[in-house]
């Protein structure tokens, strides 16, 4: 079962800067590290598991580097299959996760276009806390996953969200 949402904490946006740091000093000073997830949406509960977005020059770029995050604790691991995830656990439990997405695909990456979306349309956000909400209960039912539970609406927020920057619609999900 994953582990409950808990009311926003404002000391989120510290921690994320801890943590960008952290990736930038250890990784390549040059990747601009952004919040992404909930988290990163003011007034937003959440899994207290803090998510960036890292952006890399190309796959070469980030080759170079993970093994110096690794060192420090990072470890390579996700189901995604579109870039490259490390994932940092504390006593076993997840805290932080980055995505590293190369310079070309950044504009169009769907973590920070929802991001984005929830931080100026609060009664989408509300509909997504809901939704994950609802998720922590399927899950704990067995009913389904968390995320497969939450994954049609972040689906219809992600596609508003691309059409209002003439996007195409395109799967938010590439999970294996």
Known sequence: MPRMLVSYNPRWPEQFKEIAAEIRTHGNPEWLVEHIGSTAVPGMRAKPIIDLAVRIGDVEDFERHHQALEAIGW?????????????????????????????????????RILRDWLRTHPADADRYTHAKCDAVAAAARGTSTYNAAKTPVIQDLVDRARAARGLPSVPVSDKN
């Not at 579109?82 to 076993?92: C, N, R, T």
């Not at 439990?93 to 590293?100: E, G, K, L, N, S």
């Open 75 to 111: 470890r390579l691991g996700s189901s995604v299959q579109s870039h490259p995830v490390m994932l940092f656990e504390v006593d076993g439990i997840r805290t932080r996760i980055a995505h590293f997405f190369t310079a070309s695909d950044w504009d169009t990456v769907n973590q």
